[in-house]
């Protein structure tokens, strides 16, 4: 309360002073555009709300250069303010500049998670696609053998044939089953990384 009540004073102290900043002479000298632009960057709607501390310095500036009196504290005035509102801008444009970082940043996590469950998604059809060709080449491989026992003198190389379609699929399976666990992993670390 009593901050706001210091606050009111010191406000209406310096009513004359920004009342005289704003005369023909004092926008000789420059104040009115530094005025127009703190009110520009307070009016903006995407900048007004930033960089509250620069811009507090800046209209803190503007005030000092408008119960500034002679013509070297007038500069000296003028030249804070120009260099506290210039920094209050490029306060507000990096904030505003973060802000987009900060929301690409979001919808890139969000992507990469989505891509992973997508990759995870084609590990497990891939897998599944394995399995039933595995199983359907195991059935015919057990026909065939059957067949070859019949036909003892192709048996041997029958089963050679055989041995290696089902260690080759078997191997191919195994992959894709490592590879859906690594990806499972991965969602998974995206997933906790994003909750941290």
């Known amino acids: 309360m009593i901050g706001r009540l210091s606050a009111a004073a010191l406000a209406l102290l310096l009513l004359p002073g920004i009342a005289q900043a704003q005369s023909p002479r004092a926008a000789d000298d420059g104040s009115a555009a530094l005025e127009a632009r703190f009110r520009a960057l307070e009016a903006d709607p995407e900048r007004g709300g930033l960089a509250a501390y620069e811009r507090l310095r800046a209209r803190q500036a503007l005030e000092a250069l408008a119960a500034a009196r002679g013509a070297q504290a007038r500069a000296d005035a003028r030249q804070v303010a120009e260099w506290r509102l210039a920094t209050a801008e ?42 039933i ?17 019949i036909e003892s003198g192709a048996r041997q190389r029958a089963e050679g044939v055989l041995d290696d379609v089902a260690r080759a699929q ?22 906790k990384s994003l909750e941290d």
């Open 90 to 131: 490029i306060a507000a444009d990096t904030a505003l500049a973060q802000r987009e970082i900060d929301r690409l940043e979001r919808e890139r996590s969000d992507l990469l998670v989505e891509a992973s469950r997508q990759d995870a998604a084609r590990a497990r059809a891939e897998a599944e696609r394995l399995r």
């Open 170 to 191: 078997a191997a191919r399976l195994k992959a894709a089953r490592e590879r859906e666990a690594e990806l499972k992993r991965q969602e998974a670390e995206l997933l």
């Open 133 to 149: 060709q595995a199983r359907i080449q195991a059935e015919e491989a057990e026909r065939l053998r059957l067949e070859a026992e």
